[in-house]
């Protein structure tokens, strides 16, 4: 193969992208290329734009993708669920990818934490294969990644978020433990938060609360199971909480998720637990997004606090089920809300920094 791509390099934080062009190879045995036809902006690939987190430059940000098989290798056959692959195909893929065995893998069933694990979106783009990120014409599927095919009636819109903010709040939900009857407290009405809602509505939550301070998003919120929604910045702190308190009685809400990267949210959260409350911290992903608890009170409480960074492979499949599932009843396809040419993408990723739009993506 000889042809060349265009990619959006992120060159530095705070910087202008600029379009360059690399070489597109013929791909290994136990690799797949793929070309994108749409990458959606995470909040994460704004932290890492904003150089609030750590990322390679000069880079290719964008790890929530959807492509088709452009070239496949000898050792590619299946998805992840036994599905055969096809060139022309559109697929998802895991957000990361490990090869081998590790500890974390075999043991404790949590390959999303293998040492060495790499990310797409995070990856230096002078490294081969140079592709290894969603703003881009083309990206390579590594091995160690998980493949899943999409059903052809599956919207774009609604497949690009998959392998990353719908996996990821599968994960979360699980994590905790939302069962029928539980009062549920989401806050930030992002993307993952509205999906939050909607995981724990088909979930039988008794209650679902979300907080946020953006006017659309709180309306947004009751088309995704939430019952109540309340403009975080129009009450004090411990107004907040006593009203959500009273909307979970007796004693509390059950489960609160923190998806709004503020740690100033979490003390607020545990006070409107119940006792035996479980907490789970899933937007923190900047370093150094530190708070205060009283033990005290956890201890007193029975609290459970998670984190939650990355998810299990089966959790993408879960995604593609959930969404596939509820479709029509939560309007999944109407979260990507603005579309942008890859020349497009400072004034993306403007818009998406701004909160003026919900799920920005990039159409190659």
Known sequence: MTKTGRAAVYDAPNQPFVIREYPVRDVKPDEVLTRVIMATICRSDIHSYQGHRPNPCPGILGH??????????????????????????????????????????NIKDMPQKSPGIRKYGHDLVEDDPHFLGGFADYCYIMPGTGILKLPAELSDEEATPLNCGVATMISVVEAAEIKMGDCVVVQGLGLLGLYGCAIARARGARTIIGLDAVADRLEMAKLFGAD?????????????????RALCPPDGADVAIE?????????????????????????????????????????????????VHNYHPRHLIQALDFVMTNRKRFPFKDMVDAK?????????????????????????
Request: charged content about 25%; proline content about 2%; some cysteine.
């Open 64 to 105: 929530e993708i959807i492509g088709i098989i452009e070239q496949m290798g000898a050792k590619i056959h299946d998805d992840m669920r036994g599905d055969p692959l096809s060139l022309g195909d559109r697929v998802t893929w895991t957000e990361y990818f490990h090869q081998g065995e590790s500890y974390h893998r």
């Open 259 to 307: 998806v709004c990267g503020l740690a100033s949210v979490v003390t607020t959260g545990i006070h409107m637990l119940c006792v035996g409350g479980r907490y789970i911290i899933a937007g923190l992903v900047k370093p150094n997004d530190e708070f205060m608890l009283d033990g005290n009170e956890v201890l007193r409480k029975w609290i459970t606090l998670k984190g």
């Open 340 to 364: 942008f040419s890859l020349d497009e993408l400072n004034e993306a990723f403007s818009k998406a920094a701004d909160r003026s739009v919900l799920r920005a993506a990039i159409i190659p």
């Open 228 to 244: 109540e929604t309340i403009d975080v910045t129009s009450m004090s702190e411990d107004d907040l909480v006593a009203k959500v």
